[in-house]
């Protein structure tokens, strides 16, 4: 199936991100803004469909909000507050999963399955 999902692991603590705020845009416009889940993961794909289509892109993850809500004791200001991913679909035949693992000082993606 054609979509773009994705899903964020906290490494600090070991567990699913849950509550992580989500933007997913194209250019300026903002196509999605969403929370993850208690699995790290939103509901729905962020793209699918006929919304589905060849394009650059950004996920917008809001990393400093999310580690602050959990009571980390972060810099000010934080080293990471908000990590890019800047992308492009290609393919609108495949799936696209860019997961994201976090830390409040380090960031890792991919492209994943």
Request: aromatic fraction near 10%; charged fraction near 20%; include cysteine.
């Amino acid at each position: 199936m054609t979509r773009l999902t994705t899903h964020v692991l906290d490494l600090s603590a070991g567990t699913p991100a849950a509550g992580m705020r989500i933007e997913l845009r194209s250019g300026s416009t903002t196509l999605a803004d969403v929370r993850t889940n208690s699995d790290g993961r939103c509901v729905q794909p962020l793209l699918e469909g006929a919304d589905f289509r060849p394009g650059r892109y950004s996920l917008i993850f809001h990393v400093s909000e999310y580690f602050k809500a959990r009571g980390a004791q972060l810099p000010d200001p934080p080293f990471l507050d908000r990590v890019v991913v800047e992308f492009g679909i290609s393919d609108a035949t495949s799936h696209y999963h860019v997961p994201l693992l976090v830390t409040p000082w380090s960031y890792s993606t991919y492209r994943g399955s």
